[in-house]
């Protein structure tokens, strides 16, 4: 029940078209389910933040969002798109630092695999961030790009089964050629 009742927006008459509408939309419904004269942050003026009250079981593409929204209101924000652009490749520089002699797929010490999952994050916060600045939703972004991976390699793998084969019977070679070939195709 409180599932359905803290999003309208979802199970109700009136669907969000937007992430922005999503959120004011379930912030209304916890303001209404705040007791009376209970203050909206809990401590003193100088103990609270604007950050407060972003709800942490949002997806960590709406939170990133929500976080970002929050900052640029406040006037923290980059002032234009190649800031952000040269953000995410300096978090890709970061990361790369953090793979560097790091077998393929196993970080190894537990210390690293937190650094690189450290890294990995920021990159996701500032890509989800970039989605923002240019007024889209990163979770639809996302989603989309997920739709679109998903039908390209179903696409692959017909090519590939028109070879005689399966996917993991090819190398690495013939499926990127098979794979450039599809996206050429679309």
Known sequence: AKLVRRHP??????RARTPEEA???????KETERPAGAPRNSGTPSERS?????????????????????????????VKVEDLL??????????????????RGEPGVREAKGRIEEEV?????????????????PESCLRS??????????????EV???????HECGPEELDRVWNA?????
């Not at 009250?53 to 980059?78: C, H, M």
């Open 182 to 186: 599809v996206k050429e195709h679309e």
């Open 161 to 167: 089964a028109k070879l005689g084969k399966r996917v």
């Open 121 to 137: 994050g920021d990159l996701l916060f500032a890509a989800a961030n970039l989605a923002r600045f240019l007024g889209s939703d």
């Open 9 to 14: 927006h979802v199970f109700g008459p009136t």
């Open 23 to 29: 959120l004011k939309s379930w912030n209304a419904v």
């Open 50 to 78: 604007l950050l407060d009250g972003i709800a942490r079981a949002l997806p960590s593409t709406l939170e990133a969002y929500e976080v970002g929204v929050r900052a640029a209101e406040a006037g923290f924000d980059w």
């Open 86 to 103: 040269d953000k995410i490749e300096e978090e890709l520089q970061e990361l790369r630092r953090e793979l560097s002699g790091q077998p």
């Open 145 to 158: 790009a997920n739709q679109k991976f998903k039908r390209r390699f179903q696409t692959l793998e017909r």
